[in-house]
């Protein structure tokens, strides 16, 4: 059995079902329209040495490495979300971890 194929056709299956259309700019780049993956949020306890805590929910999303080959810092990401019709602008801030067929990106939004 051929596992890159099954890899392919979990990924097409995966972005077709949960994928969201997305405009993708890396800087200094062109701008590739693709689809992301909003993923659930992962939320860091701040550090606990004072008396105040927080808990900052980071947003997460995946991006296709076939069609985004490397995200970097400052990558601008124009997508809407759940039961919006206007896409709003998010930028990366850092890569959470790289997948053999996706990005998992931390972003925020911008400021722009």
């Not at 056709?9 to 590739?32: Q, Y």
Request: hydrophobic residues 40%; glycine residues 6%; contains cysteine.
């Amino acid at each position: 059995m051929d596992l890159a194929a099954v890899r392919s056709l979990v990924r097409e299956v995966n972005f077709s079902v949960h994928g969201v259309p997305a405009l993708v700019t890396i800087p200094d780049g062109p701008a590739v329209e693709t689809s992301i993956i909003w993923l659930t949020p992962i939320t860091e306890q701040v550090p606990g040495g004072t008396d105040l805590r927080r808990a900052d929910p980071k947003r997460l999303m995946a991006l296709r490495r076939d069609c985004i080959p490397t995200v970097p810092r400052g990558t601008r990401v124009e997508v809407t979300e759940h039961l919006q019709e206007t896409p709003d602008l998010w930028t990366v801030d850092a890569v959470e971890r790289v997948e053999p067929d996706h990005h998992r990106v931390i972003v925020v939004p911008s400021g722009d």
